[in-house]
């Protein structure tokens, strides 16, 4: 009877040794749920850190040196073909004489003139050569003292070239009126050219009747050019 029933129990016991081990297969554990949202965040996030990480990793990108920029050089100036040249040869003026009283007047009174306008030959006027001509300024009494009919004009100086009016000035040409204080008188003198054509200048002034000279200078700028004027023989006694 025993030896009957153990091998029965054996086959009841294995056959619950297969039973549970189905069961067991046959009921998985259930699989987690995954949140397709966080998994995105999570995969952004990582993905920005070592796009982060690599960026401060990387060597720094030389920078391009800028090109050297053209230097704009200045252009010269035109400088003018011609330029105003004084007349050659004029030396500086002469000195007047010195006043005792320090003025430009006769010691008592205060002589004073301006120069206005030039009424004849005006400065670069052409002459010819040899020719005899009236010089006439218009003045104007800057004093305050009245001019006699005995002040005149005189000579001053001239250019180097013009040797004939330095070796033979023209004699002082009276003004021959009275000019009250602010009033304008014409004044002149009679020049004769050189001989030779070029450039010449002199310069007058006015002098009073104590022999004292004032005011602003007086000026004659010519050109002499042409033919020269005949020289007419004088008659043999």
Request: charged content about 15%.
């Amino acid at each position: 009877m025993k030896r009957a029933m153990f091998p029965l129990l054996a086959g009841l016991a294995g056959l619950w040794l297969v039973l549970t081990a189905c069961a067991g297969a046959a009921t998985p554990p259930p699989a987690p749920t995954v949140d397709v949202s966080l998994l995105a965040t999570q995969i952004m996030q990582t993905a920005y850190a070592q796009f982060t990480q690599t960026a401060l990793a990387a060597p720094l990108t030389p920078t391009d040196t800028p090109t050297p920029t053209e230097t704009n050089t200045p252009r010269p100036t035109n400088t003018p073909l011609i330029t105003d040249t004084p007349l050659g040869g004029v030396p500086s003026p002469t000195p007047w004489p010195t006043l005792s009283d320090g003025g430009t007047g006769n010691g008592e009174t205060y002589d004073d003139a301006v120069y206005v306008d030039d009424v004849t030959i005006p400065d670069g006027s052409e002459i010819s050569p040899g020719a005899t001509f009236v010089k006439t300024w218009r003045v104007r009494n800057t004093g305050i003292s009245t001019w006699t009919p005995n002040y005149a004009v005189i000579y001053g100086w001239s250019s180097d070239n013009w040797k004939s009016i330095k070796n033979h000035p023209p004699a002082p040409a009276p003004i021959g009126k009275s000019v009250a204080p602010g009033e304008e008188v014409d004044v002149s003198i009679t020049i004769k050219a050189p001989v030779e054509s070029g450039y010449y200048q002199a310069v007058f002034r006015l002098r009073n009747d104590r022999g004292y000279p004032f005011g602003q200078w007086l000026t004659v700028v010519i050109k002499v050019t042409g033919t020269p004027v005949p020289v007419t023989p004088t008659a043999t006694p």
